[in-house]
């Protein structure tokens, strides 16, 4: 008996000890992606290094779906895909590689936690439901508090074209997560982000090619560095940390999972004053208090809603009952929104 309880307990502590090798790899990967953007944008244009990044990463992932047997996605798949890509990926991770070279990448991963703030407002407007519960709107007046300490006029050299890209990309990061969960997509996690990522990395490419980019590319400028943080971007980013999280929102309880949002900022801030010299003040730090806890108090309000209404909301989203997937479609969604950082 001793000898199978001490199993038993072994194997809980093994899972346990898992869970937290996970949880830890996604908040430092998905945070330290901003800082690997900020290095290999110093020699290669922000564009064609996203563009690059994702296709490579989606022909990878796309084919390693396939090979564990996802069907052949249908052209209305293809479709879905394309338009996420657009919001996700060219607008919203390309508004973060475009706009790293006027800010700070710790200054682009707090704009871009404020996206469940938008969320929010437009699943309000979208659906027209009743008026969030306090916790909601307490979280929504923190976190666009927070957002004005960071970047008020006269707060230091903040660059508006730069912060009203991030802002933006934060808004595309949040219509698109919400277009998810209503567009017919496969079943498979896998096989719909490396579809994704192949539609929003032809879409990079594009406006590579449409901004000059092409023809202002010098491949013999590119240092280690800028190569070293690419391949960083593609196998961790995109793929080890992205496998990482997808396997915890199988194993693991959601609100666990959710705290990557609080963590990953607060890491992206320190790995840029550390690694880059980029400058800690008191400001940003308040700042970044303020907003991580309106993103939190939203963060519990939904994780208490009931079942009906996060099923009437999806009905409300939709026009239609949702279908079934592998991964609750809005928990799917979300996943795909994490890789694309």
Same mark, same amino acid.
């Given at each position: 008996?001793?000898?199978?309880?001490?199993?038993?307990?072994?194997?809980?502590?093994?899972?346990?000890?898992?869970?937290?090798?996970?949880?830890?790899?996604?908040?430092v990967?998905?945070?330290?992606?901003?800082?690997?953007?900020?290095?290999?944008?110093?020699?290669?244009?922000p564009?064609?290094?996203?563009?690059?990044?994702?296709?490579?990463?989606?022909?990878?992932?796309?084919?390693?779906?396939?090979?564990?047997?996802?069907?052949?996605?249908?052209?209305?798949?293809?479709?879905?895909?394309?338009?996420?890509?657009?919001?996700l990926?060219?607008?919203?991770n390309?508004?973060?590689?475009?706009?790293?070279?006027?800010?700070?990448?710790?200054?682009?991963?707090?704009?871009?936690?404020?996206?469940?703030?938008?969320?929010?407002?437009?699943?309000?407007?979208?659906?027209?439901?009743?008026?969030?519960?306090?916790?909601?709107?307490?979280?929504?007046?923190?976190?666009?508090?927070?957002?004005?300490?960071?970047?008020?006029?006269?707060?230091?050299?903040?660059?508006?074209?730069?912060?009203?890209?991030?802002?933006l990309?934060?808004?595309?990061?949040?219509?698109?997560?919400?277009?998810?969960?209503?567009?017919?997509?496969?079943?498979?996690?896998?096989?719909?982000?490396?579809?994704?990522?192949?539609?929003?990395?032809?879409?990079? =490419?594009?406006?590579?090619? /449409? %901004? @000059?980019?092409?023809?202002?590319? !010098?491949?013999a400028?590119? +240092?280690?560095?800028? #190569?070293?943080?690419?391949?960083y971007?593609?196998?961790?980013?995109?793929?080890?940390?992205?496998?990482?999280?997808?396997?915890?929102?199988?194993?693991?309880?959601?609100?666990?999972?959710?705290?990557?949002?609080?963590?990953?900022?607060?890491?992206?801030?320190?790995?840029?004053?550390? =690694?880059?010299?980029?400058? /800690? %003040? @008191?400001?940003?730090?308040?700042? !970044?208090?303020?907003?991580? +806890?309106?993103?939190? #108090?939203?963060s519990?309000?939904?994780?208490?809603?009931?079942?009906?209404?996060?099923?009437?909301?999806?009905?409300?989203?939709?026009?239609?009952?949702?279908?079934?997937m592998?991964?609750?479609?809005?928990?799917?969604?979300?996943?795909?929104?994490?890789?694309?950082?």
């Amino acid at each position: 008996m001793n000898d199978v309880s001490a199993g038993s307990t072994g194997t809980r502590q093994a899972s346990m000890l898992h869970i937290a090798i996970a949880l830890g790899a996604v908040y430092v990967i998905w945070g330290s992606t901003y800082l690997a953007i900020r290095f290999a944008i110093e020699t290669i244009p922000p564009f064609l290094m996203a563009g690059t990044r994702y296709l490579t990463a989606g022909t990878l992932i796309y084919g390693w779906s396939r090979l564990r047997g996802a069907p052949r996605p249908t052209l209305i798949q293809w479709r879905s895909a394309l338009i996420l890509g657009a919001f996700l990926l060219l607008a919203g991770n390309g508004g973060v590689v475009w706009a790293e070279q006027h800010v700070d990448s710790g200054l682009a991963a707090l704009l871009i936690s404020t996206e469940p703030l938008w969320i929010v407002i437009l699943v309000w407007l979208r659906t027209g439901r009743k008026r969030p519960d306090w916790r909601v709107i307490a979280g929504l007046v923190l976190g666009f508090v927070g957002l004005i300490l960071l970047v008020r006029p006269g707060s230091g050299s903040i660059n508006a074209l730069g912060t009203g890209a991030l802002v933006l990309a934060s808004l595309c990061w949040a219509w698109g997560s919400i277009y998810g969960q209503r567009a017919p997509l496969p079943s498979s996690p896998l096989a719909t982000t490396g579809m994704q990522m192949l539609s929003g990395g032809t879409l990079l =490419f594009l406006t590579s090619a /449409l %901004t @000059g980019e092409f023809s202002r590319f !010098a491949p013999a400028a590119v +240092t280690a560095k800028s #190569l070293l943080a690419l391949g960083y971007l593609i196998v961790f980013g995109a793929i080890v940390a992205f496998t990482a999280y997808v396997w915890l929102l199988r194993v693991a309880p959601p609100v666990l999972v959710s705290t990557y949002a609080y963590v990953n900022p607060v890491v992206a801030v320190l790995l840029g004053w550390f =690694f880059a010299g980029e400058p /800690l %003040t @008191g400001k940003t730090l308040v700042a !970044a208090a303020v907003i991580l +806890t309106g993103v939190a #108090l939203i963060s519990l309000a939904q994780s208490r809603r009931s079942g009906s209404d996060r099923e009437q909301e999806r009905r409300d989203l939709a026009g239609t009952a949702p279908k079934p997937m592998e991964i609750e479609e809005p928990v799917l969604i979300e996943a795909e929104a994490c890789a694309s950082r």
